[in-house]
């Protein structure tokens, strides 16, 4: 067996080359006739007006196409092929009632070389719907925030609607178009034009080339506003029930509040006092919540910075029941008013001084003395111990004894518990007998 594949070795070796040379001699003599696939080619959709003038539209369903052919030629027609060369078109003057259209395939070379060019793919398939328009709202965002201590108070688009057409399918779904820029870092207003695109009503952004937008972009002028915090505070009105009164802890819900603007009257602008006619009192016996929105109180050109701030603050006003104690007031500290030209008057002094009983609560009642408290009596209240005689002249005080009601100007939070009432000597200063005061009393003129 050995001998009998070493034996003659070369011819043997040269015979197996010489038939490789002949076969392939005689294939390239014959050049057979052979298929070959090209994937991939696209299919050119003609006379888009026979759907476009209808008012409708398509779109190609399930990538049909995108098709696969097959071309059948010599070899050496194959070897010069590409799939440049193949096109494939599908006119929709052919559509049928199964919204499909027949695809053609043909080669642009070799044409008449060619034994056939081919595809398996019937048709391409197509969903059709109606084109529409309407009408939807423009609207700003923004990416980033401004500058620390500044705010974004507003936006004024130069657009406020737009017209946006396409399939109904897809139209339907666009709920507004918006333009978005960055502010990051910005301290006063600026103006961009930006790009617009659609939305869907969940704020998605719809990407679909077949959307069509009356304006492609619009211009946006963002306001920012510089911001301050400012304490809030209150007065109050009216008087508690009898034996109650304010301790003068008033307290607002929240103290204070972060507001934004520009100009003068956001300089300006250092408090939010709420009057006292809003927050009252009267009748109280125990402590007073009242609500008061804050929003009047704010000038043209400011603003709350926090949209989601709710402007209807709490103010609570502490009552309390009275506390009482005697205070010895010196006759000095009480003066009387009104007094006509003609006459004098003095007080009774009973002792230099006269006990008040006062009531109250707070630091205001507790450092209150009688050395603060200052008295008057009007003459024109004086009542006549002996009564008014006949012809006396209206208008004018009677000589002789009178009583009078002292007035005091207590401090807030401090009243008087029983009124205070002085003896007062009346007499006419050119009277030829002028009845002498009871002691050193407080005299005016």
Wanted: hydrophobic content about 40%.
């Amino acid at each position: 067996m050995k001998n009998l594949f070493t034996k003659n070795l070369g011819l043997k070796i040269i015979s197996v080359l010489g038939a490789f040379f002949l076969w392939l001699v005689v294939v390239n003599v014959d050049d057979p006739i052979i298929s070959k696939t090209y994937t991939g080619i696209p299919v050119e959709i003609l006379n888009e007006e026979v759907l476009t003038d209808q008012g409708k539209c398509y779109e190609v369903l399930n990538d049909s196409a995108n098709i696969n052919v097959v071309v059948t030629a010599h070899r050496s027609v194959l070897d010069g092929m590409s799939r440049d060369y193949i096109k494939a078109t599908a006119d929709l003057k052919m559509l049928t009632a199964l919204d499909t259209v027949p695809i053609e395939v043909r080669s642009i070379r070799y044409s008449d070389r060619i034994e056939s060019v081919s595809t398996r793919e019937t048709g391409v398939k197509l969903s059709i719907e109606s084109l529409i328009k309407k009408e939807v709202a423009v609207s700003v965002g923004y990416e980033g925030e401004p500058a620390e201590g500044y705010i974004l108070a507003g936006v004024e688009n130069a657009l406020s609607t737009i017209s946006v057409s396409g399939p109904e399918s897809v139209v339907s779904r666009v709920s507004t178009v918006m333009a978005v820029a960055d502010i990051s870092g910005i301290n006063s207003d600026f103006t961009v034009t930006e790009p617009l695109y659609p939305y869907d009503a969940n704020n998605e952004q719809i990407n679909d080339d077949r959307i069509i937008l009356s304006r492609t972009v619009t211009e946006v002028k963002y306001l920012i506003y510089a911001t301050k915090t400012i304490p809030i505070s209150s007065g109050y009105s009216g008087n508690p029930s009898a034996g109650f009164g304010a301790n003068g802890v008033v307290i607002t819900e929240p103290s204070s509040v972060l507001i934004a603007g520009r100009g003068e009257n956001f300089d300006d602008m250092e408090v939010i006092y709420v009057s006292p006619d809003q927050v009252s009192i009267e009748g109280a016996t125990s402590d007073v919540t009242v609500a008061v929105n804050i929003s009047d109180y704010l000038p043209s050109g400011v603003i709350f910075a926090d949209s989601t701030f709710d402007p209807e603050i709490r103010v609570k006003v502490g009552i309390e029941a009275n506390q009482h104690k005697v205070i010895d007031v010196p006759l000095s500290n009480i003066t009387i008013d009104n007094l006509p030209d003609g006459y004098m008057a003095s007080i009774v002094d009973i002792g230099g001084s006269v006990p008040v009983e006062i009531q109250g609560i707070g630091d205001a009642y507790d450092r209150y003395s009688g050395d603060l408290a200052i008295g008057k009596i009007d003459a024109a209240t004086l009542v006549p111990r002996g009564g008014i005689p006949a012809d006396h002249e209206a208008g004018t005080p009677v000589p002789g004894e009178n009583d009078g009601q002292v007035v005091f100007d207590f401090p807030a939070g401090v009243s008087v518990v029983e009124p205070v009432t002085l003896m007062v000597i009346v007499d006419r200063t050119d009277s030829s007998s002028v009845m002498p005061a009871a002691g050193g009393a407080a005299v005016a003129e």
